[in-house]
């Protein structure tokens, strides 16, 4: 169901469940078993998330969600399997390192909520995007009606939303949903340029900004307090000393 590697400091996680990458309760175990190795490591800085079918990840698997609607105790399980979703997501986005998802097809529903719970996303402009969970009497209750309000605002997670509307990734890039889109032959290049630009910057310092963007989000969490410790705890970082010895010395010649 994954195929996980890591090289110069990226951990490339590809989904590769045929034909749709469905979140099916084995899928959801094993992303699990993923994470967890990844996290007993420290040779990585960036998870760089991708897939090798036809779609980014397609949602809920259509045959457990039938067993589930069909059961006498389906509300319950129902609450249960869309619980487990949200760890796993919540567990991706508490990641300290940057996540970056490459989205080269089809993201909708619980698939699009994977997407959000990443600090990055680069789509194919043909591609598309959405959580039109409200066209079948549900809501996206894996986090979606939480991140994309908080990523996009009332407003256009109101027109998304409500309005089961989706887009492709063009229109995605121009409404903030996703940071890049390009041509879905150029995605692959593109997306690991990225993650390896980003590979290459010190691992405390981006661990510091994301909690303090994370404060930023977060009422009441006093987000300047931790701008103000963080800086100080990065004074005594290797890395970061280094770095900044070489950029005064440069600056005196």
């Known amino acids: 169901m994954f195929q996980t590697s890591i090289a110069g400091q990226i951990a490339t996680l590809t989904m590769s469940s045929p034909p749709v990458n ?23 800085k960036v998870l760089y998330l991708r897939s090798d079918q036809k779609a980014f990840c397609a949602g809920a698997d259509l045959k457990e969600m039938r067993a589930r609607f069909e059961a006498a105790d389906g509300p319950d399980r129902t609450y249960a399997y869309v619980a487990s979703i949200q ?15 490459e989205i080269g097809g089809a993201a909708l529903g619980g698939g699009f909520e994977l997407a959000l719970a990443c600090d990055l996303r680069i789509a194919a402009a043909e591609v598309k995007l959405g959580l039109p969970e409200v066209k079948l009497g549900l809501i996206p209750g894996a986090g979606g009606t939480q991140r994309l309000t908080r990523l996009v605002g009332r407003g256009l997670a109101n027109r998304l ?12 890039e121009r409404l ?11 995605l692959a290049d593109r997306a690991a340029e990225i993650a390896g630009r ?10 510091a900004a994301k909690l303090c963007m994370t404060s930023a989000a977060t009422p009441g969490r006093g987000g300047f307090g931790d701008e103000l410790e963080l800086t100080r705890n990065l004074q005594t970082d290797a890395e970061t000393r280094e770095r900044i010895s070489a950029f005064i010395a440069g600056a005196r010649t």
């Not at 469905?22 to 990585?44: H, K, Q």
């Not at 567990?91 to 390192?97: A, G, K, V, W, Y």
């Not at 980003?198 to 661990?207: M, V, W």
Request: charged content about 20%; proline content about 4%.
């Open 176 to 186: 903030g949903l996703v940071q890049w889109a390009c041509p879905r032959a150029e």
């Open 198 to 207: 980003i590979a290459a910057l010190p691992a405390a310092a981006l661990a």
């Open 22 to 44: 469905a979140l099916s309760e084995a899928w959801l175990s094993g992303f699990l078993r993923e994470i967890g190795g990844l996290e007993a490591r420290s040779d990585w």
């Open 87 to 101: 760890r796993l997501y919540a567990r991706i986005e508490s990641l300290p390192q940057v996540t970056l998802a």
């Open 161 to 172: 939303i409500l309005g089961a509307e989706a887009v492709d990734g063009a229109s995605a």
